[in-house]
């Protein structure tokens, strides 16, 4: 399915908040014509504080979980969803947010190993989020986080317009 028509079809924008995957997800929808149709934009928060700042997350949070999190990326997906899509003009329950955060290796971050994912999906449906261990080097664990987050996008559609 291309998700840029399904998201067209269906009335939807995207809105991307990237740590782990540093623009890789974005820049795969951008790759579809048309997609200026439907994504907002990206933003690519590696640093906590920029979490923080531009997405809402909880200082909190992130001081006594670090970043790589359920819900840390629970808190990007929607930041991402409501900051956009004021932004942008457009109703917050026509968006679908969606965040990557990890350890992308090869050392572990806090108590996570290398390889550990987080993706968080949020839309008017609420919010879900993917809790995942990729094998492989940095650019292995950023390329399957940024395969599982379109699937992830196809599915969040779905359900949203049973398109």
Known sequence: MNIIDAARDCGLFL???ESLTGGQLTASL???PGASDV???G???YQGELKEQLLGVSPQLIATQTAVDAEVAAQMAEGVRGKLALKCAKDVNSVIGISTTGAAG???VGPNPAGTVFIGVASNLGIKVL???FE???AAVRQQATSVALEALVEEIQRLSGC
């Open 136 to 138: 492989g080097d940095r």
């Open 131 to 133: 809790s995942l261990h």
């Open 30 to 32: 951008i790759d579809t």
């Open 43 to 45: 933003l690519v928060a």
């Open 39 to 41: 994504v907002l934009g």
């Open 106 to 108: 090869p050392d572990p």
């Open 15 to 17: 809105a991307v908040a």
